[in-house]
């Protein structure tokens, strides 16, 4: 009952909701946030450790960033952060160069990885929980299937997360998400979808000579800086101008075609961070969350995860309209699609407390 209250409660933070009275007692627990520099098998990254003053021997969770520019200063994340450590949780957020570059990239599960090693090692040897979100959730169920981090991980949740990239990409041309029973999902794919890969490889799309300037556009769209944005369009030529336009507008037949083949050229890439075909050995507890209207990576990526995973691995799964992509924002759920969510969210805290 307790872990039901604390996710209530958690779940009313991370919205911007009024706690209800009662609850508060479950969220009201001191914490020391504290700025590291994580000295990693895979490199020195920056970190944010929130720690709750009065439980001794809390346990811990690894908190992964989505793509933004922002990556551990992101508020919502600074947010989550600070409701778990409020009801009795260690949390570590490291940050990920890569993705705060919106490049989803191998080097990152490594990352995850060694993150997940250090808050082991710091919190006495006993193995913790890794959250990831959005492509975060994928690569963190690699590093959970890599043999050298089993011991450290001892349980994923991936939120709004991809199982295949080059499905997702294929998504963001189409539309179309084809599930495990061979249904498709239909959904209008946000812009942010493809503009990531268009401005991960922009030298593919433009010539050499207007890859800075066009990159810059790109970067301040998707850090949604409308000053920077047009002081970036300002100055292009009109031919870069065009071309800029261009690889923003997917409704473009001939923008979908370079898309399409720049995602041809980089499968490989793909498919290194695609948990998809490589989880039917995975041993770790796995939790898997998606929002029903997800449209930068639809919710038919958990249903094949779900479907990939062995039994004794998944634990739970909930697609949920309370959820859009990693806002508690979703179209017209209901209260038992809340009660719902709650319970998965209070199955997720237990696992992390359980020792």
């Given at each position: 009952m307790r872990v039901h209250l604390q996710s209530v409660a958690v779940l009313d933070l991370v919205g911007d909701k009024p706690v209800p009275s009662l609850l508060r007692r479950f969220v009201s627990e001191p914490i020391a946030v504290r700025d590291l520099e994580l000295p990693l098998e895979s490199g020195i990254v920056r970190g944010r450790l929130y720690?709750?003053?009065r439980s001794k021997n809390a346990p811990a969770i690894v908190v992964l960033h989505g793509v933004h520019h922002l990556g551990i200063d992101?508020?919502?994340?600074?947010?989550?952060?600070?409701?778990m450590a409020s009801c009795g949780i260690q949390v570590l957020t490291p940050e990920l160069p890569d993705i705060k570059d919106y490049q989803v990239g191998k080097n990152s599960i490594a990352t995850i990885g060694d993150s997940a090693e250090w808050l082991t090692h710091s919190d006495g040897g006993r193995p913790v929980g890794v959250l990831g979100l959005s492509f975060s959730g994928g690569l963190s169920l690699l590093a959970a299937a890599e043999p050298k981090y089993q011991r450290d991980i001892r349980f994923v949740l991936a939120v709004g997360s991809q199982d295949e990239m080059s499905r997702v990409a294929a998504y963001y041309?189409?539309?179309e998400d084809v599930r495990p029973n061979g249904s498709a999902e239909m959904l209008a794919p946000h812009e942010y979808g493809p503009l990531v890969l268009e401005y991960?490889?922009?030298?593919?799309f433009v010539p050499a000579k207007d890859v800075a300037p066009i990159r810059a556009v790109l970067r301040a769209h998707l850090y949604e800086d409308s000053a920077g944005?047009?002081?970036?369009?300002s100055r292009l030529s009109t031919a870069q101008t065009a071309e800029a336009k261009a690889l923003m507008d997917m409704s473009l037949p001939a923008t979908r075609t370079a898309l399409e083949l720049a995602n041809e050229r980089h499968a490989d890439d793909m498919a290194a961070v695609s948990p998809h075909g490589r989880l039917a050995t995975l041993k770790t507890p796995v939790y898997l969350l998606h929002g029903a209207g997800d449209n930068i990576i639809p919710s038919a990526e958990t249903e094949w995860m779900a479907s990939e995973l062995p039994k004794r691995s998944l634990k739970a799964v909930l697609i949920s309209p309370v959820l859009s992509h990693l806002n508690l924002d979703g179209a017209g759920p209901t209260m038992a699609d809340q009660l719902r969510l709650v319970h998965f969210f209070a199955e997720v805290l237990h696992a992390a407390e359980v020792k």
């Open positions: 720690t709750p003053l992101e508020p919502r994340l600074e947010n989550f952060a600070t409701s041309r189409t539309g991960e490889h922009v030298g593919e944005e047009r002081v970036a369009l």
